[in-house]
């Protein structure tokens, strides 16, 4: 139910965000991560300490642990994963179109435009996904 949730509000911008420049949204999305990161932490340890209680218990009652699904577990980590790089996608996206608009506001001549070769030639965009892979 929680992920579902997730999904929806990824796909949409909250209130707070409807009138921010991408940069700010960006900032909003980077700081949900972490809040989202610490709770992952938090509860990895409570499943830790399920875990060796359960273990306890099954030794307590002479019975084998109840093990999890690790197939369930995988496929859900990469739907999250899918849904993470959706979302920084186009997060990403957005900030090349406002580039794109900004730079054509710019007072430059076409021979100063075209010294910023990696903007013409197409390889400021893959910036954006090698950035993508490194988080």
């Known amino acids: 139910m929680e992920l579902s949730l997730f999904a929806i ?3 949409s911008p909250t209130a707070d965000e ?3 420049t991408i940069l700010q949204m960006e900032k909003s999305c980077r700081t949900r991560v972490e809040v989202m ?3 992952k932490n938090q509860r990895m340890e409570e499943l830790k300490g399920l875990a060796a209680k359960d273990c306890e218990l099954c030794d307590i009652m002479c019975t084998t ?3 999890i699904d690790q197939n369930s577990l995988q496929a859900e980590v990469q ?3 899918v849904l993470k790089m959706h979302s920084m996608k186009s997060v990403i996206e957005a900030i090349r179109v406002e580039i794109a608009v900004l730079w054509k506001k710019c007072f430059y001549s076409d021979e100063q435009q075209q010294a910023f070769n990696a903007y013409h030639d197409g390889k400021w965009i893959w910036f954006g996904y090698e950035a993508l892979m490194l988080i």
């Open 9 to 11: 509000k990824q796909e």
């Open 18 to 20: 409807e009138g921010c």
């Open 37 to 39: 990161k610490g709770h």
């Open 65 to 67: 642990p109840f093990s």
């Open 79 to 81: 739907r999250l994963e």
